[in-house]
């Protein structure tokens, strides 16, 4: 999965919290740099945060789905904001966390959108 957000320390616990889980996670501060990734992670899974500097999650998410292989790529989008103030963007994601979140509410997320993981 490829874990994308600028705030690195945060970034991180999850991303070792994700491969305690038995998850192989690549992580990116912003969309340029999971766009540049992209090919060599591979992933199952999106993980974005919206407020990102450079390109925001609603803008990498609008590159990957420009993408034919990405297309069907399962997004989980995180911020701090309310989500009805997200929707005007017109983001394509299949679920949504609102920071801040607990470790069993953002792993039962993970789960659900990764094949073979549903509880």
């Known amino acids: 999965m490829l ?19 038995g998850l192989q996670v690549t ?5 340029h740099q999971a766009l540049e990734r992209l090919e060599d992670a591979a992933p199952d899974l999106l993980i974005t945060d919206f407020m990102m500097p450079g390109m925001n999650g609603a803008e990498l998410v ?6 034919e292989r990405y297309r069907r790529l399962p997004v989980l989008l995180i ?14 994601y299949e679920a949504f966390l609102r920071k801040p979140f607990g470790l069993e509410q953002f ?3 993970v ?8 509880a």
């Open 27 to 31: 992580v990116a501060a912003n969309g």
């Open 3 to 21: 874990l994308v957000d600028d705030e690195i320390a945060g970034t991180d616990v999850l991303a070792l919290i994700l491969a305690g889980e």
């Open 62 to 67: 609008r590159a990957l789905r420009e993408r």
């Open 79 to 92: 911020s701090g904001a309310p989500e009805a103030a997200l929707r005007s963007y017109g983001i394509e």
């Open 107 to 109: 792993l039962a997320s």
């Open 111 to 118: 789960r659900s959108l990764l094949p073979g993981q549903a």
